[in-house]
């Protein structure tokens, strides 16, 4: 069952979903719903604030930022929708657009999304990033790699690229999150609302077909490759394509990694209401669209399944949604009061939530940091500190720290 958190005003809320350690995930395989496990708290509509913490400007005058990585050097890379990525100095300067990114379809929902750097940037200066390509009535996920030199992108490629088309401008996942083997977790929206059409059907249907990206979370290597462990590789028989990692996800935004227990979260958007908290895991399935607590933006039901033997259950929902969006687990002693805690933050909500969970594994009471500005993605920089990125024409880069 799913924990509904209310629309606070502007605040900004998001959902959150919990992982499994990475070393797990092979042995894990095809994991099921807990038809038997205790619904997870309801969480009053209204939500008390988190103390203790200060909000301050560290950047701005980003053009709806929307992915944000950190460089050993303390400086941060930051994506602009519209298509640019920036560099910002260590004192929140944002510098011009870095030279070398391909052009990107910035259609709707689209544009210049995610970034993350490999692991062994120190050595390789490796820089990954997501966005969309085609054209708004044929468009798909891609994901790309260069190498950083001074203010520009160097050897450009596009690893690859959703192999189906779809029309519109929504729904295009695109979080990233690198894994402690070096390989990457990359997830890929269902393509759409009832509105849009695949082969006769819709869309959305595809994130239960075990061959489609659409609606799944892919594990690559750091060529774009798929795994052996992964579990279509590894079985055959489930017959599940060879980067799909998890499925039955509707439009991931959140996507962090505990560092402390390896648990993977993520945080994904329901239609009206219904947002989800997910522990992922390989080979999961996560029901989407056959079963959750979403209903369609008419009020139409979706569906009257909760719960099913064979999927798995989300840790929370947010009903009204949250618009649930940047996710980030802090561990860290700049900010004690946070150690461990789950910041997820909200489109729609304009806040940050805070989630601890208990040793039952389940979230207890929520807090929030109400910033009054659509929260695009929340991440913890190498000072221990964190910064929430706006999702505003002006988009600003918002530092969170002890408020004394």
Same mark, same amino acid.
């Given at each position: 069952?799913?924990?509904?958190?209310?629309?606070?005003?502007?605040?900004?809320?998001?959902?959150?979903?919990?992982?499994?350690?990475? &070393?797990?995930?092979?042995?894990?395989?095809?994991?099921?719903?807990?038809?038997?496990?205790?619904?997870?708290?309801?969480?009053?509509?209204?939500?008390?604030?988190?103390?203790?913490?200060?909000? &301050?400007?560290?950047?701005?005058?980003?053009?709806?930022?929307?992915?944000?990585?950190?460089?050993?050097?303390?400086?941060?890379?930051?994506?602009?929708?519209?298509?640019?990525?920036?560099?910002?100095?260590?004192?929140?300067?944002?510098?011009?657009?870095?030279?070398?990114?391909?052009?990107?379809?910035?259609?709707?929902?689209?544009?210049?999304?995610?970034?993350?750097?490999?692991?062994?940037?120190?050595?390789?200066?490796?820089?990954?990033?997501?966005?969309?390509?085609?054209?708004?009535?044929?468009?798909?996920?891609?994901?790309?790699?260069?190498?950083?030199?001074?203010?520009?992108?160097?050897?450009?490629?596009?690893?690859?690229?959703?192999?189906?088309?779809?029309?519109?401008?929504?729904?295009?996942?695109?979080?990233?999150?690198?894994?402690?083997?070096?390989?990457?977790?990359?997830?890929?929206?269902?393509?759409?609302?009832?509105?849009?059409?695949?082969?006769?059907?819709?869309?959305?249907?595809?994130?239960?077909?075990?061959?489609?990206?659409?609606?799944?979370?892919?594990?690559?290597?750091?060529?774009?490759?798929?795994?052996?462990?992964?579990?279509?590789?590894?079985?055959?028989?489930?017959?599940?394509?060879?980067?799909?990692? &998890?499925?039955?996800?509707?439009? #991931?935004?959140?996507?962090?990694?505990?560092?402390?227990?390896?648990? #993977?979260?993520?945080?994904?958007?329901?239609?009206?209401?219904?947002? %989800?908290?997910?522990?992922?895991?390989?080979?999961?399935?996560?029901?989407?669209?056959?079963?959750?607590? &979403?209903?369609?933006?008419?009020?139409?039901? #979706?569906?009257?399944?909760?719960?099913?033997?064979?999927?798995?259950?989300?840790?929370?929902?947010?009903?009204?949604?949250?618009?649930?969006?940047?996710?980030?687990?802090?561990?860290?002693?700049?900010?004690?009061?946070?150690?461990?805690?789950?910041?997820?933050?909200?489109?729609?909500?304009?806040?940050?939530?805070?989630?601890?969970?208990?040793?039952?594994?389940?979230?207890?009471?929520?807090?929030?940091?109400?910033?009054?500005?659509?929260?695009?993605?929340?991440?913890?920089?190498?000072?221990?500190?964190?910064?929430?990125?706006?999702? %505003?024409? %002006?988009?600003?880069?918002?530092?969170?720290?002890?408020?004394?």
């Amino acid at each position: 069952m799913r924990t509904a958190l209310a629309l606070l005003g502007t605040a900004l809320a998001f959902t959150l979903a919990a992982g499994a350690p990475a &070393s797990a995930q092979a042995r894990e395989g095809a994991a099921s719903r807990q038809a038997t496990s205790p619904a997870p708290p309801i969480v009053p509509f209204e939500v008390a604030a988190e103390p203790g913490l200060a909000a &301050s400007v560290w950047a701005k005058g980003l053009e709806h930022p929307w992915g944000i990585a950190f460089l050993p050097d303390g400086r941060a890379l930051v994506t602009e929708r519209p298509g640019r990525l920036r560099i910002i100095s260590t004192d929140g300067r944002v510098g011009p657009p870095v030279a070398g990114l391909p052009r990107v379809a910035a259609v709707g929902q689209g544009g210049l999304l995610d970034i993350a750097i490999h692991p062994g940037f120190a050595r390789n200066g490796l820089v990954y990033f997501t966005h969309a390509v085609g054209t708004q009535d044929a468009n798909m996920t891609a994901l790309s790699r260069g190498r950083l030199s001074g203010n520009m992108l160097a050897d450009v490629k596009e690893l690859f690229r959703n192999p189906v088309a779809k029309r519109g401008g929504a729904h295009f996942g695109a979080r990233l999150q690198f894994l402690p083997d070096g390989t990457l977790l990359m997830s890929v929206g269902d393509g759409g609302n009832p509105n849009i059409k695949l082969n006769g059907q819709n869309i959305r249907d595809q994130a239960q077909n075990p061959k489609s990206w659409f609606g799944k979370v892919l594990r690559v290597n750091a060529d774009g490759l798929p795994l052996k462990s992964n579990p279509g590789v590894a079985n055959p028989k489930l017959g599940w394509d060879a980067r799909v990692w &998890s499925m039955g996800h509707r439009n #991931i935004q959140g996507l962090a990694r505990d560092p402390k227990t390896g648990t #993977i979260w993520a945080t994904e958007h329901g239609a009206r209401g219904g947002d %989800e908290l997910n522990r992922l895991a390989s080979g999961g399935n996560h029901g989407w669209p056959v079963v959750t607590y &979403s209903t369609e933006y008419s009020g139409d039901p #979706i569906t009257a399944e909760r719960s099913r033997p064979g999927f798995r259950d989300p840790v929370s929902v947010w009903t009204p949604s949250i618009g649930a969006s940047g996710l980030a687990v802090y561990r860290g002693k700049a900010i004690p009061s946070l150690d461990g805690a789950i910041l997820a933050g909200g489109l729609v909500s304009s806040d940050v939530r805070v989630v601890r969970i208990g040793a039952d594994g389940r979230p207890g009471p929520e807090r929030r940091i109400e910033l009054e500005a659509r929260v695009r993605q929340v991440a913890v920089g190498p000072d221990g500190l964190v910064y929430v990125l706006t999702d %505003e024409e %002006e988009g600003r880069i918002i530092r969170l720290a002890p408020s004394r």
